[in-house]
């Protein structure tokens, strides 16, 4: 799939990102994926790409850009090594609900101008922390989002007054997460609160619980599960082939 890198301005600077379409001169309907803690890197362009062979035009942001230069993160051992644990939970800090929304913005006006890209509504996807902010931007931009999608997401349903969950009244979107199993941050009670709040608010959605870790449909995740990241692609496949096509 081509795929090149660019950059989008915003209010506090430039995002780096990545952009990946099918053959063709399309246009595709427009979907942002945002990565997990890790941040934007190789692997994200991969998947980027595999969504964009189904027929989307993928944008991927480094949604840490205001630490310029960062150093990437090792997945495998981040978790457990105290000072690089550290820097990590510290730049996820910084993107905060507020971010998220100023920046993807900025990213659909880069969408809508494209001439590759379906004029309208947009898709998001993420995964962890990402997955928290595909659901918070159809909370806080709802007029531009016509799915969401949310994978190994966690804290979708917190005591955090920036929880997505507080934002169902405003989501005019479709949304669907998928969760994991034993996973403190997306637990089956909050599932069940998750589940009330996008009832009460007639927001149409899937919740399904995924018999896989954390972090099973990222390949450089140490708990990457094969099984469960396929179910994952034909669950984006279904869901955005019928919301976005």
């Given at each position: ?84 644990r550290a820097r990590l939970f ?156």
């Amino acid at each position: 799939m081509p795929t090149i890198k660019d950059s989008i301005s915003t209010p506090d600077g430039t995002c780096a990102v990545t952009f990946a379409t099918p053959d063709g001169s399309g246009p595709w309907p427009g979907v942002v994926m945002y990565p997990d803690a890790g941040g934007a890197r190789a692997t994200f362009d991969e998947m980027a790409a595999q969504l964009a062979s189904e027929g989307y035009a993928v944008l991927v942001p480094d949604v840490y850009y205001r630490d310029a230069g960062w150093a990437p993160f090792e997945m495998a051992t981040v978790f457990k090594d105290e000072d690089e644990r550290a820097r990590l939970f510290s730049m996820i800090s910084k993107v905060t609900p507020d971010i998220m929304a100023k920046d993807a913005a900025a990213f659909f006006d880069y969408l809508e101008q494209r001439p590759d890209v379906v004029d309208g509504k947009f898709g998001t996807t993420g995964y962890c922390m990402g997955g928290r902010t595909s659901l918070v931007v159809a909370g806080r931009v709802p007029e531009r989002v016509a799915a969401a999608m949310s994978f190994h997401g966690g804290g979708l349903a917190s005591d955090d007054p920036g929880s997505p969950h507080l934002l169902a009244d405003k989501i005019q979107a479709a949304v669907y997460v998928g969760g994991a199993k034993d996973d403190a941050s997306f637990t089956p009670e909050h599932a069940k609160t998750l589940e009330s709040a996008l009832s009460a608010a007639g927001v149409e959605h899937t919740i399904e619980m995924y018999d896989a870790a954390h972090g099973f449909a990222v390949p450089d995740n140490a708990p990457y599960d094969a099984a469960a990241a396929k179910q994952h692609w034909e669950a984006m496949e279904s869901f955005f082939g019928a919301r976005l096509g």
